[in-house]
């Protein structure tokens, strides 16, 4: 059972480039999210999607586009990498038990180490 | 405000001993759901336990249960018996059930266990 798929492990990107983090989940999940991770700042929401073809911001969600063509699939990308997005990204996925309710428990991927020089 | 706050950024405990986290939370959503989880150095985010604002007990997994204070707004960790294992980054996180479908996390406390 391969949970909640990371790809790269670690990616170095130049100011200005651009490139998709890669996130696939295989538990048939509708929620899935993205994180990014800062020392002292705990992990704070990007972008999120309730269902296939539909996503919604979350906190810090300049510079980072989403989109959810398949329920399996979420993939974030940087159109210009800048140094302020150097960071850990976390993918995460859920399910939630009784509708309405606030039980969504979240299983998380092992993380992208990225860095903008 | 924060919706999640962590105010020990670092903790240390004696093995077998017990270690409470603290979290405290702020929200006008009377449903809403208490997350913790662990990170290990490896970096994997890890969930650890869940408790529901309507649940009337405090929840348990094994070691860890959550002292619930609703009327406090805390949520607090407790390890008992810690292990060499349980060093690690703890975070706690909320979700309003009603008002949206955001996950809030906390800054997070360290906490190392001491042989």
């Known amino acids: ?117 | 405000a924060q919706k999640i706050t962590q105010t020990q950024p670092g903790m240390f405990v004696q093995e077998k001993e017990a270690v409470t986290l603290d979290c405290t939370y702020d929200t006008s959503d009377p449903s809403y759901g208490l997350f913790w989880y662990k990170q290990p150095s490896s970096g994997e985010m890890i969930f650890l336990i869940y408790q529901g604002s309507y649940d009337q007990q405090n929840a348990t997994e094994g070691r860890y249960s959550l002292n619930f204070q609703k009327a406090r707004k805390s949520a607090n960790l407790v390890i008992s018996a810690s292990q060499l294992g349980d060093s690690a980054m703890y975070f706690c996180a909320m979700r309003e059930g009603n008002t949206g479908n955001q996950f809030y996390f906390g800054t997070g406390t360290s906490l190392t266990v001491i042989p």
């Open chain 1, 1 to 117: 059972n391969a949970g909640v798929t990371q790809t790269p492990k670690f990616q170095v990107l130049k100011t200005g480039q651009s490139m998709t983090l890669q996130c696939a989940q295989d538990m048939n999940h509708e929620y899935m999210s993205w994180y990014r991770q800062d020392p002292g700042m705990g992990l704070r929401l990007i972008h999120y999607s309730v269902g296939a073809g539909i996503t919604d911001q979350g906190e810090v969600p300049n510079g980072y586009n989403v989109s959810r063509s398949t329920t399996e699939d979420f993939p974030l990308r940087l159109l210009s990498a800048a140094p302020s997005q150097t960071s850990v990204y976390f993918c995460a996925s859920s399910y939630s038990i009784g509708r309405g309710t606030a039980k969504n428990i979240q299983y998380f991927g092992a993380g992208t180490r990225l860095s903008v020089l």
